[in-house]
């Protein structure tokens, strides 16, 4: 089944339960405390802080996601895509633990016939807080494990865990609560049988349900938070990785190799000669570009372009790293003509806005390419030079000032010299480099004071106005004056 299905049988399986369908929001949100929407919850925030009041009382989306810190697991992990769906069910005050619970087994272990994903029962594993973990639950979430007992998980499919695991709260004060998380057996092949859920290749979480009942006061970490008092009225907030359910209902072993995104793999294999599934760090570097540039394409969508700062920054980040993997994959021409019209294809089905924007992300994307092959032109000889000398000089480490001296003359970022060092075996003296930018600032900053509050030199505007006048003879006389 293919992704754009599968989402669309999710909201349509909590419309016909009565819930309002919100479309997507952009990545980029007006939420000063993120870069980007990374979960499916951020546009309904206020809603449940209680700062404004919901229109509805249930809601069901599928959110465009982003999340940079995933960013060093994508191909490494077969679960990480640093753009993803989020596909969520949202309650305001209305259905609380059991309606989740209820509506999220018969979606997962419903019949394709009618309506449901068709996951066998007996594969699906659930988390919940465990006992002992917090005074107002001293023995765990009993109410989830009856609901999930009442729908035939047996107890030794719901695993017990800590506040670290399976209690939520937004960092501030404001709601919390437990949560309960969903897993699918991928089975043998993927790990060893039973036993708790440590192995997250072989189980495999999909959804997240989240049991907002408290009010907190403080919250210092996930599990360090002083409760206010209970919610008088719980909401519900959940959260299914599309992208996720996709590669298992489509009998693929990563998120990379779904319908929206193995076609860049493949046209990324078809440039480079290199076939897909031959060696693991090829593999690797295929579903790096493959993610990165859907990730590129759908923030340039949203009206992000490549910059210095935030969130410019993390978009430059992913085209430049797909542009340096397929490098490594022995592409030299330009690559982003290629692969982003074959990603703008995949993922136009599902959001029109990438056709409509189309002619501004591809040339803004091309043009950030044009850009880093300067950058790169320029700066990856001094960088060989740099590593052949640590090399033969027998250390393990890249000096901070060549890093530094790479940033500042050749525009060279530091994560780009991390990873290219880390590429060639080496680490980079950070300490060294932080230090040398910090007197560069430092040096930058009296320049400009010394601008502002210093006065300029007036000295020669005033021996010109003392001359008298200046005739100009340029018509006439074409001679060179002897002394200039
Ligand atoms: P993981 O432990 O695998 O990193 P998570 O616990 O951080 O996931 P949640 O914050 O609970 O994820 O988000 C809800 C759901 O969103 C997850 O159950 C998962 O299906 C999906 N999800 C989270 N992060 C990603 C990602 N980087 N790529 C794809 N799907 C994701
Ligand atoms: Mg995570
Ligand atoms: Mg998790
Ligand atoms: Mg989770």
Redesign the pocket.
């Known amino acids: 089944m293919k992704t754009a299905e599968i989402r669309r049988r999710f909201l349509d399986h909590f419309v016909r339960a009565g819930h309002t369908l919100v479309p997507s929001a952009s990545l980029v949100y007006n939420d000063p405390t993120l870069l980007f929407v990374n979960?499916g919850m951020v546009p309904f925030k206020p809603y449940f802080t209680g700062a404004e009041t919901p229109p509805f009382q249930t809601a069901t989306s599928s959110q465009k996601c982003v999340?940079t810190l995933?960013i060093e697991e994508v191909g490494k992990t077969t679960?990480?895509?640093t753009f993803?769906q989020?596909n969520g069910n949202f309650s305001f005050g209305d259905y609380f633990k059991e309606g989740a619970i209820q509506h999220a087994w018969e979606l997962v272990t419903g019949s394709i016939a009618s309506g449901g994903l068709g996951f066998d029962g007996d594969r699906v594993w659930v988390t919940v807080l465990g006992p002992g973990h917090h005074p107002d639950f001293p023995d765990g979430d009993t109410e989830a494990v009856a609901l999930w007992r009442a729908m035939g998980v047996p107890d030794e499919h719901i695993q017990r865990r800590d506040l670290k695991d399976n209690y939520w709260n937004m960092g501030i004060p404001g709601p919390g609560g437990p949560c309960s998380?969903i897993y699918i057996d991928r089975g043998a092949a993927y790990g060893p049988d039973g036993g708790p859920i440590v192995d997250?290749d072989r189980f495999l979480?999909?959804?997240?349900l989240v049991f907002m009942q408290q009010e907190l006061s403080a919250v210092r970490a996930k599990d360090d938070f002083d409760v206010l008092r209970p919610l008088p009225k719980p909401n519900i907030d959940t959260?299914?990785?599309l992208?996720?359910v996709a590669y298992l209902m489509q009998g693929r072993d990563n998120?990379y190799e779904i319908d929206q995104v193995f076609p860049v793999i493949e046209k990324a294999a078809e440039l480079s000669g290199k076939r897909y599934g031959a060696d693991h760090d090829d593999d690797v570097r295929m579903r790096v570009v493959a993610d990165h540039v859907r990730s590129g394409l759908m923030l340039m969508t949203d009206g992000v372009t490549p910059g210095n700062e935030a969130r410019g920054y993390v978009l430059r980040r992913l085209l430049r790293r797909s542009v340096r993997a397929m490098r490594l994959l022995g592409v030299h021409d330009p690559v982003l003509p290629e692969l982003l019209p074959v990603s703008k294809a995949l993922m136009e089905e599902s959001y029109p806005e990438v056709a409509t924007e189309w002619a501004r992300t591809s040339t803004s994307a091309y043009a950030e390419e044009e850009s880093f092959r300067r950058t790169l032109a320029a700066g990856t000889q001094i960088f060989d030079v740099a590593v052949r000398q640590a090399k033969d000089a027998g250390v393990t480490t890249l000096p901070g000032d060549q890093a530094f001296q790479l940033h500042d003359t050749y525009g060279f970022p530091i994560d780009l010299t991390l990873e290219m060092a880390g590429e060639a075996g080496l680490a980079v003296d950070r300490d060294e480099f932080t230090r040398l930018m910090g007197e560069q600032k430092a040096r930058a900053k009296a320049d400009a004071r010394a601008k502002k509050g210093g006065a300029a030199n007036t000295e020669a505007y005033r021996t010109l106005r003392d001359a008298g006048e200046t005739p100009f003879r340029g018509f006439t006389d074409l001679s060179v004056p002897s002394r200039v």
């Not at 979480?205 to 997240?208: G, P, R, S």
């Open positions: 979960a999340r995933d679960r990480h895509g993803f989020m998380e997250e979480e999909i959804w997240n959260g299914m990785g992208e996720r998120l």
